[in-house]
């Protein structure tokens, strides 16, 4: 992929410009091409059939549109924002590409530096009444509201009869949940014949007479409405068994793709499911009556969704995916007329859903609503209030949004802060580090999180043949080396990996007879193999991609390198403990819940920045004693499985289901 990306970057229109003209009727594939793609191999094989097409004709705004569409849908995340700004170089006034590339400036937490663009190009549309609209959506795309509080009387007075305008910005405030101000522009609008249908619809929601005590009520900030909707279940009645039976469990989160959080909750799901179906359900002081089930939002295939799907699979599982599932109306919802105003506000990707799992939470009598990561939270909490699950568990499982911005929205914080409210519900971190940075966000007492640490079992070193093959290949390309070094990660932005790369090849300069391994893949695969070549170091630094048997990759290295900015509890790290691997890691997340300094292990002293010669010393003290790495390894192996043993947290979770 990183091919297609390094073409479009090297791309000289001036050069081209003298070509002949693509063929309309090619356009109009490329755009139709784009859209009907799902999954990233066939955004693959569609950026090849668009290539010849680009190298022999004068640029066309349509075809590099479609050509940005289908990067994006190949899941590449590495130089993306520089992919979004070449095309926006080229048809500057474009409006996908301007909102892409915003997109992409706050996926990558440079807001600043997209506002500050945005502001130059604010400068040049105001007048333009064709692109006054444009002002008013890429305002939202970077959610830059204040700024867009700030330009809009201008683009007002400028264009004073274009309703739609007017109306673009009560969605604007809408989605930040400023009703009262939301009403009065809408009240501003003269004419809304040439709106269509949907835009009525929306704006009878916002003038809906029932939310008028709510609009005067409200505080003019992000999340008034969630959390007016959420305020009534501050109120419920919950009933739950007198004894120590536990109903049906739903565990419920985004997608399986190969993370952290999607390894244990599958892991967690299928151990239940076997205490269920061989041992009778006891689970510590209580049991369950009936085997869990798993409800997911999306599985694709194609974008690596699935990855631990077939964990859920082998353990008989029952998985129930929502996307396959048609949405039901309105009216199988049991709401006042106010709650259900409220409801038609909530922003459309939290109406969905809860519609949906609620539907099915009813139809499988959920007792226990399991939440994973943010995301689910937030899209699903209340699907299990409208659907009366009396409890509803929610863990977190890295570092708050507010610390990752990417992942910020609104609504995080005044729904967290609601439903610490609603009897029933609980919040869990992964480790204490999470725990509270999570309360220090919410401004809630110490404590109010708990910390149910992850569950992981014994680490075998046994592996396919596959894998054995490589580990072969390897040792013959870099026979001279006597000590290895093992990363066992995703490919992204998070987890460093050119950063890693960089490291192992200053050390390997230094010290020839250690080779690097890296076990896992991602977005910045391809990336990291050209920098690998680059460096000259395809004798030391082995990507073997992922692998189900990392237990036999950790038994061949002497020490674990892990250079996360963020982390919740990082598995990785715990499963280099059981293989008596030592560990060398920044502080990210709960890394210094699993890593003792200096007696199992050595903490970096930041994960918000790399000191790359610091780090090289560190690994240079670490592998030249032998003795204390190994003593350090047998102590590390002792203290993980007394912590994380998957006994004792199916345990200590069935006590947060009843707690």
Known sequence: ?????????????????????????FLHHARELSKAVKTAPEA???????????????????????????LEKTRQKAKMLE??????????????????????????????????????????????????????????????????????PTVFERHPENDRLKYLYVLALRDQGRLQAARATAQSIQDTSRLGPQAIANLEAVMDQVLEKVAGDEVD???????????????????????????????????????????????????????????????????????????????????GKDFFHAVLQDAGVDTHVLTNQSEPGLETLNLTSQQLALFRLLPDDIRSVSLKLSMYLRSVDAEVVYYWQDGAILTGAIAALLAGVPRIAASFRGMPPNIRTEFLRPEYFYL?????????VAFTANSQAAATAYEDWLEMPPGSIGVLQNAVPDVAATAGASDQEKWAGIETV????????????????????????????????????????????????????????????????????????VGFWMHKADLLMHLARFEGLPNVVIEAQLCQLPVLATPA?????????????????????????????????????????????LLGRKRAIERFALPKVLADTMMLFRA
């Open 221 to 303: 900030i992000p999340g008034s409405i969630i959390g007016s909707f959420v305020a009534p279940f501050t109120k419920r009645d919950i009933v739950l068994p007198s004894d120590t039976s536990i109903g049906q469990v739903i565990f419920y989160t985004g997608q399986l793709g190969a993370g952290g959080a999607e390894r244990q909750m599958t892991r967690i799901a299928a151990a239940m499911q076997k205490v269920c179906v061989e041992e009778g359900g006891v689970i510590g002081k209580y049991r369950l009556t009936v085997p869990p089930k798993v409800c997911i939002r999306d599985i694709d295939p194609g974008s």
């Open 416 to 424: 967290y802060r609601m439903l610490a409210n609603v009897p029933g």
């Open 478 to 549: 870099s026979s001279e080396c006597k000590q290895t070094v093992i990363g066992v990660f995703r490919f992204d932005h998070n987890k460093r990996p050119q950063d890693w790369i960089k490291v192992a090849a200053a050390y390997v300069r230094k010290h020839s007879d250690t080779r690097f391994v890296i076990v896992g893949a991602g977005d910045e695969t391809e990336v990291c193999e050209e920098l690998i070549k680059s460096e000259g170091m395809e004798d030391r630094i082995f990507q073997v991609g992922r692998s189900k048997h």
């Open 1 to 25: 992929m990183t091919y297609f990306i390094d073409y479009l970057l090297g791309y000289d229109a001036q050069q081209m410009r003298d070509l002949p003209s693509p063929p309309l009727d």
């Open 589 to 633: 997340g709960g890394t210094e819940d699993v890593v003792t300094h200096g007696q199992t292990g050595f903490i970096l002293p930041d994960a918000e920045s790399i000191d790359l010669p610091g780090i090289v010393i560190q690994l240079e003290r670490m592998l030249k004693e032998p003795d204390t790495l190994k003593s350090w390894g």
């Open 83 to 152: 992919s979004w700004g070449k095309i926006h170089d080229l048809y500057p006034d474009d409006p996908l590409a301007v909102r892409m590339l915003l997109r992409w400036y706050r996926r990558e937490s440079l807001s600043k530096e997209g506002i500050a663009m945005l502001a130059r190009l604010t400068n040049r549309w105001i007048a333009d009444p064709k692109h006054s609209e444009k002002i008013i959506l890429a305002h939202k795309e970077i959610q830059a509201f204040a700024e867009l509080d700030a330009v809009i």
């Open 44 to 70: 693959v094989e569609a950026l090849e059939e668009l290539m010849p097409c680009m190298a022999n004709s004068s640029p066309a705004n349509e075809l590099f549109i479609a050509y940005g569409v289908l």
